[in-house]
Structures are given as C-alpha cells and as structure tokens.
C-alpha cells in the first residue's frame, strides 16, 4: 500500500479535522465564564456519528477517484463544572423531557393496544351480524 493520499482522501481527512475540531462543548455551549473566584466550565455530551470512503480507479489510464461521506454529530448539556476556592465540583444538568420518553411510550402503547383491541371486537360484532341477517334472508 501507498503512503500517497489521493486528493479525494485528503478532502475526507480535512472533513474529520474539521468535525473533531468542531465537535467540543465550548462549541455548542460557549467558553468557561469567570466571576470573581468562580469559573465554570460547560459540560457537554457529544457524539458522531459518519460513514466515509474513498477510491481510486484500478486502471490508470482513467485516473479515475472519488470520495463522499454523510456525518452526523449531536451535543446534549450534561452540566457544568464550578472551580472556586473550595475546590471542583461537578453540577449535573436534568433533562426532564427525556424522563418523561418512557412513561409516554408505555402509556402511548397501551391506548394503542386499547384501539385496536376494541376495533377488531366490534370488526367481529359487526361480521357476526351482517351472517346472522343473511342467514334469516335465505331462510325467508
């Protein structure tokens, strides 16, 4: 293998540069403010997510090479951390909405459950009667 980067893989190695150096807390959240004696330091969850790739021709006559990629990168408050005379200390932020994700999902699935469950009885009832009506017309 070559120790040559194509210019394609040269445009995918700046992109991941580029996130990695685009994907920090001070980001998203802005840099550490100092009051004081006081600084904190934003705290954030961050993750990416990227599928790369790159090639080049086999027949060199077509200098053919190409590269793509799609990435995807998300950051969540996680909280912040308080420097001050007494020490450091960590101070978690809650995300309340994401407490609320399974209650709402169990609740959610079991009105959904309900619906269906009543709509097919009555698919049933309603079957059950229009057999019993064209019974009572093929004996009249």
Sequence with gaps: ????????????????DGLRENTRATTVFGPP??????????VAR?????AMGGGVSRATMLGGEGSGGIGLTRARPSGFIVLDGEGAG???????AT??????AAITAVAVTRVVTV????????????????????EA
């Design 99 to 104: 407490k609320l994700a399974l209650p709402l």
């Design 90 to 96: 960590f101070r978690p932020i809650r995300q309340p």
């Design 46 to 50: 961050v993750g990416f997510f990227g």
């Design 33 to 42: 403010v100092t009051s004081g004696g006081t600084t904190v330091v934003p």
């Design 1 to 16: 293998m070559s120790d040559q980067t194509t210019p394609a893989l040269s445009v995918l190695g700046r992109l991941i």
């Design 119 to 138: 709509s097919v009885r009555e698919a049933r009832r309603r079957k059950k009667l229009e057999a019993r009506r064209c019974e009572e017309d093929a």
